[in-house]
């Protein structure tokens, strides 16, 4: 008699922003059954919660803004919470970008403390392309990923106020956080566009897929 393995139920966050076909796609392709939802009330049932993004932090935290409640409870009950490239700068607290832009002071979700910096050593922006990620610490997201190369698109990077919430670096003139991750391992992001990074990205979405099951 064989064993049906339970497929990682996922909630692919709609909140105007973001790669929704390409990240609903990678999803599907490592392994998930993915639910793209405008509700909160999904987070409930879900194995796991995606948080995408493309564009900047203040228009980000405030089409997410009913969503900003049920992701923190979803965080502190434990739930796999996993945020890309804008998704993942809204887990911290502040960015530089509001602040650049004359938008003032706009928090974040505060599930990493800390703040989104702009490069600011002479680089070219936005840092675009593929580069290399060196991992610093494991966490089941990273597994299998260190000295590959993912695809970025950013301007700002991430500076948690914790330098053990840094799981991988990448260096663009300047070392910055490829990954970050909170003291409990369950809210986790990537700066790198996993759906659009070939082989790692999907290794990565993958792992991702693996940790909700577990």
Known sequence: ???????????LVDYGLGNLRSVTRGLERAGADVTLSDDPADFDAADGIVLPGVGAFSEGMENAGPFRDALVDAAEAGRPLFGICL??????????????????DVTGLDLVPGTNLRFDQGQK?????WNE??????????????????????????????????????????????????????VFGTQFHPE???????????????????
């Open 1 to 11: 008699m064989s064993i049906t393995q339970r497929t990682a139920e996922v909630v």
């Open 87 to 104: 998704g993942m700068q809204m887990l911290l607290t502040s960015s530089e970008e509001s602040e650049t832009v004359g938008q003032g």
């Open 125 to 129: 922006v936005p840092h675009m392309g």
């Open 133 to 186: 990620l060196a991992v610093s610490r494991e966490h089941p997201i990273a597994e299998g990923i260190d000295g590959e190369y993912a695809y970025f698109v950013h301007s700002y990077y991430a500076d948690p106020d914790d330098e053990n919430a840094i799981v991988a670096t990448t260096d663009y003139g300047v070392e910055f956080p490829a990954i970050i991750a909170n003291e409990a391992g369950n």
């Open 196 to 214: 659009k990074s070939g082989e790692t990205g999907l290794r990565i979405l993958r792992n991702f897929v693996q940790y909700c099951l577990e």
